[in-house]
């Protein structure tokens, strides 16, 4: 995926657009993204763009699924944003024999005190890895829904909260399909993003190459000298000031366009949902205010468009055979729909 941006409106200048929050937001939003950014390049090398999206994804209190083949650091990825954000890590390795508890625990008899006890599973963390989440059956799949969408998991009839923040970052490979099950719609709908994670071009990979023979080692990122930059209580006061960022009604309309334009495609049997256009919104507003902005401008629109939109669009077989693809026909949606100016 290229970060390439073509700007469609006029903006003001610097002093002119500036508000006291927008002052307010580039010393928090902004700021906090930038220390997180220069720790990470600590680690990553060739993925900026994806860490920088799964970010946006944290502070918006979204999803992320990560589509790419082994050894593309995925794993990686999410390793460093746990430590970033002060969190817990949790990994899962998903198999066609892996149960719903074994995601978020069980009641535990004890002989001793006859009670049950609540014994947790991976899901109680802060960033939870869901490695290769479509070889798990629905049954083990649809233990997420819940987690995913209200940060709790009800174990025997009792609800239990999840600490905050909580993210599920889910990989799967698109290459081998054989003993997988693909994830059904209503699951994918709770992913914000869908990333495309591609390999490195020939210099990062040399670097990556540069940095093991000096030394480092994935498997032991304690040593590379990460520092935490953001607890929960700093995220939350980033995402009430990501609240405040403007939205102008010409935004709005132009969102709902999107969702639209994809209902009515004769390309697709399915179109964006409304909680498409929630996440396209929730999105611009963080990445509006990373940039140091308070407002969102059309631009940040059509640059998140692409990984919201990807994996919520189902083609029909016809635009399949024509080879075309998800990102395809998203380019040609943002080419219908009139640009706000």
Known sequence: MQKELIHT???????????GNQTTMENTVQTVFERIKQEAQKIIVGQEEIFELVVVSL???????????????????????????SGQFSRVQFTPDLMPSDIIGTSVYDLTTNQF???????????????????????TQSALLECMEER?????????????????LATQNPIEYEGTYPLPEAQLDRFMF????????PELETQILRNYHQGFNAIRLDEVGIESVINSEELTECQKSIQAVTVEETIFNYIVGLAEASRRSNELMLGGSPRASIALLLASKT???????DYIIPDDVKYLAPPVYRHRILLKPEAEIEGLTSDDVIDRLLAEVEIPR
């Open 9 to 19: 409106v006029q903006t003001l200048t610097f002093e002119e657009q500036l508000t």
């Open 59 to 85: 502070f918006a209190g979204g999803h992320v699924l990560l589509e790419g083949v082994p050894g593309t650091a995925k794993t990686l990825i999410a390793k460093t944003l746990s430590m970033i954000v």
């Open 117 to 139: 006890n609540l014994k947790h599973g991976p899901v109680f963390t802060n960033v939870l890895l869901t490695d290769e989440i479509n070889r798990s059956p629905a049954k």
């Open 152 to 168: 709790q998991v009800s174990i025997d009839g009792v609800r239990h909260e999840l600490p905050i923040p909580f993210i599920v």
């Open 194 to 201: 869908k990333l495309k994670v591609d390999y490195p071009g």
């Open 287 to 293: 990445y509006a205010a990373i940039q140091g902005r």
